[in-house]
């Protein structure tokens, strides 16, 4: 006689069987809910990487919707809206995540910064403080935090603040840093200027100087100051070491000196610099225009034509050089020639603007 197997046994093996079969439907469902979520996630990055915000913002919903944990996801919608103008759907994006109690600590990093700019873009500086100030003491952050913490100082007027939040940047021995630097120590200088603090404003405008050598408003601040107490042969020796020291700026400061020099009986000096710079430079137009109106107001008109017609012959710009001969052949009483100068650039500019 064969053992049979019992009832029971029968439907332990049935129940057993549907929960496997269950197991494997709900991992296949489970795996195609994963796959259609990282399907839409993958659809959103790629229309977002062509520009195809509209597609990419209906993928990154598609896929927060099957996975809310996807906190990349989040991001880059809100990161999408911030770029269209949407600034405060961006921020109710990224605020809620701020609520979430398990994010990581590289996640909360990146909701703050996108929270920043996104209230920096809206306008709203006191609040995009408020998240740099949270991330401005990580040594890793610092040189992203710098930029908008300096300018929203710098709109306050808070000068030294900004200049040590950049001396603790790497961006403090960078180019663009130390320009950055020296203008606020200008500023700082031109305050003290206003309340007649001059020598504490010279000390700055100095400064600011040695932090950029380039700063060519440290060298006008710092002569307008002398002048101001009558020192101008102090005045004139800051705005000549602007001509000597960035010669690209130089003509800022030609007005300035003129008049300095024309005051001490001196206005031969000028005269030298000038020439001196186009022995450096000789295609430097602005001092080529300037020696030429010292020349016409000298009454030495076929020097100043000789000098622009020189320059004229290596292709400078050639409007500004016609206008001053112009004005040179006015004076000469040469009334067809200016005539004819006059109505040829008359002529350009109606071309341009047609």
Not at 9 to 32: D, E, P, Q
Not at 72 to 88: C, H, M, S, V, W
Not at 337 to 345: M, P, R, S, Y
Request: proline share 2%; net charge neutral.
């Amino acid at each position: 006689m064969q053992p049979t197997i019992s009832f029971e046994v029968w439907i332990i093996i049935l129940l057993f069987s549907i929960i496997l079969v269950l197991a494997f439907y709900f991992a296949y469902a489970r795996k195609k809910v994963s796959r259609d979520e990282d399907n839409a996630y993958v659809m959103a990055l790629k229309y977002m990487a062509e520009g195809e915000n509209r597609l990419a913002v209906e993928k990154f919903k598609e896929a927060v919707r099957d996975n809310s944990s996807n906190i990349d996801a989040y991001l880059k919608l809100g990161t999408i809206l911030r770029n269209e103008g949407l600034y405060k759907n961006a921020i109710r994006i990224h605020q809620d995540l701020t609520l979430r109690g398990n994010l990581e600590p590289g996640e909360l990093i990146d909701v703050k910064k996108n929270l920043i700019l996104d209230y920096w873009y809206l306008g709203d500086y006191t609040k995009a403080e408020y998240y740099l100030n949270q991330l401005k003491d990580n040594k890793n952050l610092i040189d992203w935090t710098t930029p908008y913490l300096v300018k929203i100082l710098e709109k306050k007027g808070e000068w030294q603040p900004a200049i040590d939040i950049l001396n603790k940047s790497s961006l403090s021995r960078e180019q663009k840093g130390k320009f950055k630097i020296a203008g606020l120590k200008v500023k700082q200088g031109q305050k003290l200027a206003e309340n007649q603090e001059e020598k504490e404003a010279r000390i700055l405008f100095k400064e600011a100087t040695k932090t950029d050598h380039e700063c060519a408003d440290g060298y006008l601040h710092l002569g307008d100051s002398y002048l101001r107490e009558g020192r101008t042969t102090d005045a004139i020796n800051a705005w000549t070491d602007l001509c000597k020291k960035v010669p690209d700026k130089a003509h800022l400061a030609f007005d300035r000196l003129e008049k300095a020099w024309f005051e001490k009986g001196q206005f031969s000096k000028i005269e030298e610099l000038y020439t001196s710079m186009l022995q450096e430079d000789e295609d430097d137009l602005p001092v080529i225009i300037a020696l030429s109106e010292i020349y016409r107001k000298k009454g030495e008109y076929d020097q100043s034509l000789k000098l622009l017609q020189e320059a004229q012959k290596r292709d400078l710009d050639s409007d500004l050089i016609q206008s001053q001969m112009a004005k040179v052949h006015m004076d000469k009483s040469q009334f067809k020639e200016a005539a004819t100068l006059a109505l040829g650039l008359l002529a350009k500019e109606n071309q341009i603007k047609g």
